[in-house]
């Protein structure tokens, strides 16, 4: 069934660059909407960025506006996060989750485990 598995995080320095990926088999995934959330131990978990099920809408938390980008290619059954110019606030654990339907509404039904990004001279 839907598991989502999320790679590419680890340290970077500050205004580096680091790109995450999601897998997200076990659905017909260009159905749904795909997010990108983090999570600070301590604090809420924070929504990061959105994307629609055909890839032809995306939101973005003012946080990263400018610097991030939310990407799928819908034949690989994979997301994307491009994060550049990292800050240190950046630093969290990053987590893919499969929305409940084709277009954002802030629903999710399944997370992944969370990739680590560590933002730090």
């Known amino acids: 069934q839907v598991q989502l598995v999320e790679s590419g995080g680890g340290l970077a320095q500050p205004g580096g660059s680091l790109r995450l990926s999601c897998a997200a088999p076990?659905?017909?995934?260009?159905?749904?909407?795909m997010t990108w959330a983090r999570q600070v131990p301590g604090k809420g978990v924070e929504w990061v960025s959105s994307i629609n099920g055909d890839g032809s809408v995306t939101w973005y938390a003012d946080s990263v506006k400018g610097r991030f980008t939310i990407s799928r290619d819908n034949a690989k059954n994979t997301v994307y996060l491009q994060m550049n110019s990292l800050k240190p606030e950046d630093t969290a654990l990053y987590y893919c989750?499969?929305?409940?339907?084709?277009?954002?509404?802030?629903?999710?039904?399944?997370w992944g485990q969370g990739t680590q990004v560590t933002v730090s001279s």
């Open positions: 989750t499969k929305e409940k339907s084709f277009y954002h509404t802030n629903e999710y039904d399944y």
């Open positions: 076990g659905f017909t995934f260009s159905h749904y909407a």
